[in-house]
């Protein structure tokens, strides 16, 4: 049985950086494709950064040349170092494969304020 597990966020200001973490069971980071996602109270979820074996990565626009996806294989876990945060960052944010097939994991809570 596929199991998601999302840690690491917290409250931040503006400008500062997070590494949020993924630690996955019951499939394989070896391969496949991982993403990340986030959900901002009152809108719906959209992707954020992605993750294919091999070293592949993209980003959605909005968080371009300020966030980072890596995998740790050993670990099976995935990150999302999140760098130069912006209050619009603020949100829920989830990792899943990509096409979505595993349970939604709880999600951790980001949120970027003075």
């Known amino acids: 049985q596929v199991q998601l597990v999302e840690s690491g966020g917290g409250l931040v200001q503006p400008g500062g950086s997070l590494r949020l973490s993924c630690a996955a069971s019951?499939?394989?980071?070896?391969?496949?494709?991982m993403g990340w996602y986030r959900q901002a109270s009152g809108k719906q979820r959209e992707w954020v950064a992605l993750s294919i074996s091999g070293g592949i990565t993209n980003y959605a626009d909005s968080v371009k040349g300020r966030f980072a996806v890596s995998r740790d294989i050993a670990e099976n876990t995935v990150y999302l170092q999140m760098n130069s945060l912006k209050p619009e960052d603020t949100a829920t944010y989830y990792c899943?494969?990509?096409?979505?097939?595993?349970?939604w994991g709880q999600g951790t809570q980001v949120t970027v304020s003075s």
């Open positions: 899943n494969t990509i096409p979505t097939s595993a349970p």
């Open positions: 019951g499939i394989n980071l070896s391969r496949g494709a």
